[in-house]
């Protein structure tokens, strides 16, 4: 599976929309990009998936560059509770069943 | 419908003891994952079973520890002999299938402390 980078922590405000870069630019034709989350203390939380069309879910938006080369997950209204590690992992389709977690983005959504 | 449900949440267990960590899969979730977390670290791929078989254990130490899906009843992954650097929290998912429109639900975990 392809590499990805992420900064390592970031700030929002709360209520702004939060905006977390991912490169992948070694991703191949059949990579899916994945983003889960990390709330302290539990299990990671899948948010949204994507191969190269931008989606939408009730939980965030997934921005992927016409190169697939990076992508933006966007949470439109941050609050409190969206403070966690955000992880994007690049997944191959098919039966490839790992996920390859890196250290991912600490978001921390501020008052 | 309970998600992923891991027990117990947290262990401790001195040196040289056996820790056995069990994970019982969503309902109707016959692919079970575990994971590691070491302190600081991202989670890493341990294991990846279904009912009675290890499918991939290429994440597994080679040594002490070791992992089942039986036909009836939760995943156990078991620690023997434990060591402090096997403190960790250690969190396991289910799903449906291996395909990506099969997500996977984590479980809270079992934060196993090593004394």
């Known amino acids: 599976d392809a590499k990805t980078t992420q900064p390592t922590s970031m700030d929002c405000a709360e209520g702004r929309a939060a905006n977390l870069p991912c490169n992948h630019s070694t991703i191949s034709g059949n990579e899916y990009v994945y983003w889960y989350r990390q709330i302290h203390s539990q299990g990671p939380q899948y948010i949204i998936h994507?191969?190269?069309n931008n989606e939408t879910n009730e939980m965030a938006s997934l921005i992927i560059t016409e190169d697939r080369k990076s992508s933006t997950l966007i949470l439109p209204h941050a609050t409190l509770r969206d403070t966690a590690v955000y992880y994007c992992?690049?997944?191959?389709?098919?039966?490839?069943?790992?996920?390859?977690f890196g250290k991912g983005t600490l978001l921390t959504v501020n008052p | 419908n309970a998600g992923v449900m891991q027990n117990p949440r947290h262990l401790v267990r001195r040196r040289g003891q056996e820790a056995r960590l069990r994970c019982s899969p969503m309902k109707g979730h016959s692919h079970v994952y575990w994971y590691r977390q070491l302190p600081e670290e991202g989670l890493k791929f341990m294991v990846y079973?279904?009912?009675?078989?290890?499918?991939?254990e290429s994440g597994m130490p080679k040594e002490r520890f070791s992992a089942e899906f039986p036909k009836e009843g939760p995943s156990i992954l078991r620690i023997q002999q434990v060591v402090r650097g096997d403190s960790a929290a250690y969190f396991c998912?289910?799903?449906?299938?291996?395909?990506?429109?099969?997500?996977?639900?984590f479980g809270s975990g079992t934060r196993l402390t090593v004394v």
């Open positions: 992992i690049v997944r191959s389709g098919g039966s490839n069943y790992k996920l390859t």
């Open positions: 994507g191969l190269k």
């Open positions: 998912a289910s799903s449906q299938g291996t395909e990506r429109v099969y997500g996977y639900t």
């Open positions: 079973l279904q009912k009675e078989n290890i499918i991939d």
